[in-house]
């Protein structure tokens, strides 16, 4: 723990030493939606506000956007083999920002609004509010200078903390249903981050792969660490007044874990693969994104929890 | 823009600060006394039990249909990760689980030492040395199994599980009464125990009521380790009575096995 907030401390330290702000004029950002999925949502880990943070665009650009995501999932309500299967709808609403420091340091900032409900065998039960507030600083380590070279190369780190402003209830976590039923996690979690970019021409490939620490919340519950991980392709179709991206991956998410005073609670860890794919559309200032997520492989709760779909749309504006 | 930069900033600095300190783990006092609560819940294998209306195959093909799952738990003790035990007063040890009631399925122990617990014992039935202290020596127990109709008369004791039913086998074709009653008989006294491992330590606490969540697996009465056909019990095809002889004993070892804990909440 302590690494990682030294380190943190130093990106941080980089940063206030540059004020020198380049606002860049590119039109608006593609990569951003090929990062967004595998920072999002949690299937275990509750922080379903994890959040699109779009921390890897390759255009140094500033925007604000507005994303609407949606997660459905069933899940068992009972440790029974009869016990009835319940659904469960996430919904997010989120505004996220990013603002570039320096030519090589960007922060971003991801405010989520969940609306949450599961159809429990005694009623609907339902939940909203503010989630779980990120914010985060990406360095960019390595950038390939040239136009010339036939692949164009970009390396990202970086490290943030998710505040824990979404309410967490203990109340949600009894019996043995989905243990992830909440706005927040509860506690201040700190994710890692690393992002490469190869590129050859209009042709890219995007690999992000991440870490979040999680820590003991004052209810003493602590979500299990999560890994997650994605590559997308991508390719840039540029119509002089419009640009278009379509966009295809996987992205798979792992979690250790969830503890109760320090104690390992059973089935909370798991592991999920998805199948990821999207269109992205830009024209001026604006930028209009479109992007699923489809389960191929999946182990959640000990089998107890199924993802079935994500979707997302988002509304971008270049500052 | 600086001025977005700074508040990013603000709170970066915040987190770090409050984020790295160490939170207070409410676990860390062990003083004092608490409560736990030992959770009875009633399946039939891997299914969740349900009355009178789901069909439960045993291995001998039987189709049971089950209205009543009672028993009595007693004398529970448990035993902290040091080894040490702590033996629940005698006067209040006894629960009557009843599957068609909710306060049949919660057993509350309270004023227990704070502590860290990993194994739980508890009888089934009422054990000899408390039948021994006569009908004026059992407290509110008496009164308690009458009204439960777990008791037969002071001279034959209590019943120390009942589970009843209808059933249908390859040789009885209509839907007939079955009734499983344990308890002394002549021969063999027929109360037994159970100690139990639990996967979740229990953190017995004054701010924390442990839930210790067990499975009883009534499958397991006339089909766990020892096999009993109710076809096989069914004289004259009035029904099938097992309250004595040599089955007792037998369904005894069998509800020895049935119960498992699947989990423990430490809410």
């Known amino acids: 723990m302590k690494k990682i907030i030294v380190m943190f401390a130093l990106l941080v330290g980089f940063s206030a030493f540059s004020f020198n702000v380049k606002d860049s004029i590119s039109a608006f950002t593609f990569q951003r939606l090929a990062m967004m999925e595998d920072f999002d949502c949690d299937a275990c880990g509750c922080s379903a506000s994890g959040g699109s943070m779009g921390f890897g665009s390759m255009l140094n650009n500033n925007f604000v956007g507005l994303r609407y995501l949606k997660q459905s999932y069933t899940s ?162 540029d119509l002089k007044s419009v640009q278009i991206v379509p966009q295809a991956g996987l992205a798979g998410e792992l979690y250790q874990t969830n503890k109760q005073h320090n104690l390992d609670l059973p089935n909370t860890a798991g592991d999920i693969l998805f199948g990821k794919f999207g269109i992205e559309a830009g024209k001026d200032k604006f930028s209009i994104g479109i992007n699923a997520m489809l389960p191929i492989n999946q182990n959640l709760s000990n089998g107890n929890m199924e993802a079935n779909y994500r979707w997302s749309v988002n509304l971008n504006y270049t500052l | 823009m600086k001025n977005t930069l700074y508040k990013a900033l603000a709170i970066v600095a915040i987190s770090i600060t409050l984020g790295s300190c160490s939170s207070d783990d409410s676990s860390n006092d062990v003083s004092g006394k608490g409560k736990i609560i030992l959770e009875f819940d009633n399946a039939y294998g891997t299914n969740d039990l349900i009355l009178n209306t789901q069909p439960n195959k045993t291995s001998n093909n039987e189709i ?12 529970v003790v448990l035993t902290k990760a040091d080894g040490t035990t702590f033996t629940y007063p005698k006067s209040k040890s006894y629960f009557i689980a009843d599957e068609a009631s909710a306060e049949g399925r919660e057993f509350e122990l309270s004023d227990v030492p704070a502590g860290d617990y990993v ?122 009575m097992i309250m004595g002889g040599a089955n007792l004993p037998l369904i005894t070892q069998n509800v020895s096995g049935m119960f498992r804990v699947d989990h423990v909440h430490n809410d």
């Open chain 2, 64 to 75: 049971l249909k089950i209205s009543m799952v009672k028993y009595i738990v007693s004398n």
């Open chain 1, 76 to 237: 068992r309500d009972g440790i029974f083999a009869n016990s009835p299967w319940i659904d469960e709808n996430f919904n997010t609403i989120q505004v996220w920002a990013r603002i570039p420091v320096t030519e090589k340091i960007q922060i971003s900032a991801l405010v989520p609004y969940h609306i949450n409900e599961r159809k429990l065998t005694a009623g609907t039960e339902d939940i909203s509010g503010l989630g779980d507030i990120t914010v985060m600083a990406l360095y960019t380590v390595f950038e390939t200078k040239k136009d010339s070279t036939f692949f164009t190369h970009k390396i990202n780190l970086g490290g943030g903390v998710k505040i824990p402003t979404g309410k967490f209830t203990e109340a949600n976590n009894l019996g043995s249903v989905n243990q992830s039923f909440q706005l927040g996690t509860g506690s201040w979690d700190f994710p890692l981050i690393s992002e490469y970019v190869i590129k050859h021409k209009n042709l890219g490939l995007n690999t992000t792969m991440n870490y979040i620490f999680k820590t003991e919340n004052s209810k003493n519950y602590q979500y299990g660490d999560q890994f997650n991980y994605a590559g997308t392709f991508f390719y840039l179709f």
């Open chain 2, 119 to 240: 194994k739980v014992k508890f009888g089934i039935g009422v054990d000899e040395e408390q039948w021994k202290l006569g009908a004026s020596g059992q407290g509110d127990l008496l009164a308690q199994a009458d009204d439960a109709e777990m008791f037969w008369s002071w001279a034959a004791g209590y019943k120390f599980l009942a589970f009843e039913g209808t059933f249908t086998s390859p040789t009885v074709t209509t839907a007939t009464s079955f009734m499983v009653h344990t308890g002394k008989t002549g021969t063999d006294y027929n109360y037994t125990e159970v100690t139990l491992d639990l996967p979740t330590k229990a953190l017995v606490r004054t701010t924390i009521t442990p839930e210790v969540h067990l499975i009883t697996d009534v499958s397991k009465i006339i089909d766990g380790t020892n096999k009993i056909k109710l076809s096989d019990n069914n004289a004259g095809g009035m029904g099938a």
